[in-house]
């Protein structure tokens, strides 16, 4: 995986690490998406089909409770939750969908470790009639089986990946092995803004749908637009999608929150760019910040939001991060699951643990804005598919004995 092909660069970071049998396929995708995206009526179908199928435009809500409870700036929420199958993810798997379509391939295949990004994969592959088959670590699968029961049920196949640790890592070298033997029919849907060029592009172009529209909306309902925008960053999707909306505007301060995990010194969270133990490294086909040993292997990475819990980040981001045009920081589990419960009881809302990363940083800050500012805070994705973890965090009697109950109902 030594051959560089040098476009794709943002600053230092990025390119295109890629084994040579893929050239051919990695050009035509080049070529495909530059067409797609020159061609107004692409933008114009994905549009279309996302308002249709999906929930765009999402809103985006006034928390007046949550600017009242800190008594700083008004927050204002982009609701990306309201996305089928629950996240921002949905962007980016209809988009890479229509360009399937017009490439002529029949075939999908993407890697997932929560499983939420194969379940967007699946419904997509199922909406526009391909193939799919989605590369899942063997521990993984045990841990998501909600998950992987939708993407079957939607005609996915879900292909246990049993070798190194059986998580996300093993299941991303899995499907580029994968791509190289049915690279002529086949897709790589891959989840992030991370990866060979052009996937950071690509992938952050149909993600900045999120961005286009909060600047609208907020220049709508405020009548100005915010002074901070707070967005959760695994790989950095979501986090590049609203972002770009606002990057021209140099009044607005972008901050992006990585997992601190138990502790950003504890040797036991995500955080590749507010960590001190990241440095810059070539993996999975681009260079980036990568939580890594002084031997290159890649550490082991704890988040209590499995959306976060990766050992590398946006190439993209790791630019803006140096050039000091986004600020980063992060949030602890424990500092999450706060920021969940006063979300919960003031606003109603329901945000996912990835998204509540967000939130943490936006409340430590609030009270240093004026009442006659707005701050956005992206929420990525709902809260539904945490249950188990958050109810286990809270350590709720009522939810033990009922878990119990139902075990023993299901196991008779
Ligand atoms: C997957 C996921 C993330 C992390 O991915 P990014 O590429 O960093 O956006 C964040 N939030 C939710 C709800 C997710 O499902």
Redesign the pocket.
Known sequence: MNQTIKTGYYGDWGGAFIPEVLYETFRELNIAFKEAKADPAFRQEYLSLMGTYSCRPTPLTHAENLSSHFGGAQFYIKREDLNHTG???ANNVMGQGLLVKRMGKKRVIAETGAG??GVATATMAAKMGFDCTIYMGEEDIMRQRPNVFWMEKMGATVVSVTSGTKTLKDAINEAFRDWVTNMEDTHYVLG??CGPHPFPEMVAWFQSIIGQEARKQILNQFGKLPSRVYA????????MGIFQGFLQDRTVELIGVEAGGKGINSGHHASRLTGKDASAGVAQGYKTMFLQNDDGQMRDTHSVAA??DYVGVSPILADLWQKGLVRFSSATDKEVMEALDLTMKREGLIP?L??SHAFVQAFKEAGELGSDEALIINM??RGDKDIFTIAHAFDDPSWKEFIRKKGAEYAA
């Not at 959760?232 to 986090?239: P, Y």
């Open positions: 996240a921002h993810k939420q990004h992030t803004v959760c960053v695994g790989g950095g999707s979501n986090a959306g976060l996912a990835e998204s990525s994705g």
